[in-house]
């Protein structure tokens, strides 16, 4: 049914593999990159909206921090990264969608040690979004559930090492959830499967996990918090909250470049506020897509 090439894709789709433009069903890596052997490559994903890549400084520079955390170098300077990027929307006609851009350590005879001065692997593959999907769960909210956070102690990388968030989507998805919430030894609140995790208190003040090596700095996180900034009149505290503390929340909400700023109405079943969307979180939404078009170079 949700095939990865598939029935859907639009025809004429372009991916990038380390310097070559290819058509999307043919590109592909060496069986023996370490990308797909140990999970040794970073990723980032930039939304595309109205043509125009969103938070790509932001992007840019995590996907640095991570390289560096893996003791790769950026694979190319970012100013070719930036035109990369854009011939990839350019090529694939994108208006509204996703660049995915995955860096590995590249094609070796498969050792679990790590090669001195690596030849990387560079991919990116672009897809469209439906935003009248997005739009639906924009103004109907999404359900999530709580599960124990099964992943390892450097979720501040943004490694495709995905397994454990892929089997809590996947749990989520199986009990009609949107997302999964992931839980830490002490019941709180990391994050989200694939997206940060935020609440609004009985007093109007908005709570999200501040950060640590036990969640992915969410760059939409940062221009969220960025936006409410300049947005008078806000409270933000950046600290953990529990299951229990966002259930008796006014509201709650969700934050990915892939979904913006998203309500969650209900943890577990049970129903946040009065299990609508909030103006807080409206709010949000409304100053960071604001803030987000100001700053962008189209
Ligand atoms: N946490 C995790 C685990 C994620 O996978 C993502 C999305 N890639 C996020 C948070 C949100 O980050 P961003 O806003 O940069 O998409």
């Known amino acids: 049914m949700n095939r990865s090439h598939g ?17 999307h069903a043919q590109a592909g890596v060496h069986i023996e990159d370490r990308g797909l052997q140990f999970a040794d490559a970073v990723y980032e994903v930039c939304a595309v909206l109205d043509g125009r890549l969103t938070d ?27 035109l990369v990027m854009r011939e990839m929307v350019r090529r694939n006609r994108l208006k509204n969608g996703m660049l995915y851009l995955q860096v590995t350590r590249g094609a070796y005879r498969r050792d679990h040690a790590m090669q001195a001065n690596p030849k990387l692997s560079v991919i990116m593959t672009a897809r469209a979004i439906d935003i009248d999907a997005i739009g639906k769960r924009r103004s109907e909210g999404v359900a999530v559930i709580a599960l124990p956070d099964l992943r390892w102690k450097r979720c501040d990388i ?83 909250f529990s299951i229990a503390e966002a259930v008796a929340a006014k509201e709650a909400f969700m934050t990915s470049a892939s979904g913006g700023v998203l309500p969650v109405v209900s943890i577990d079943g049970r129903e946040i506020g009065n299990g609508k969307p909030g103006p807080m979180t409206q709010k949000a939404h409304a100053l960071y897509s604001k803030l987000d078009q100001s700053s962008t170079a189209p």
């Open 7 to 23: 029935h859907r894709a639009p025809s004429g789709r372009v991916a990038y593999v380390s310097g070559r433009y290819l058509p």
């Open 56 to 82: 790509e400084p932001g992007h840019t520079e995590r996907l640095e921090r991570s390289l560096g955390a893996l003791n790769m170098p950026m694979p190319m300077s970012p100013a070719a990264l930036a």
């Open 158 to 240: 943004k490694t495709t090492g995905l397994l454990a968030n892929a089997m809590a989507k996947t749990e989520a998805r199986k009990r009609g959830a949107f997302e999964a919430w992931l839980i830490d030894s002490d019941g709180m609140v990391t994050e989200g499967s694939s997206s940060n995790a935020w609440i609004v208190t009985g007093d109007g003040v908005l709570v999200t996990r501040n950060l640590s090596s036990t969640i992915l700095a969410g760059v939409t996180r940062a221009g969220v918090l960025a936006a409410l900034k300049s947005g008078a009149g806000t409270g933000v505290e950046e600290r953990p």
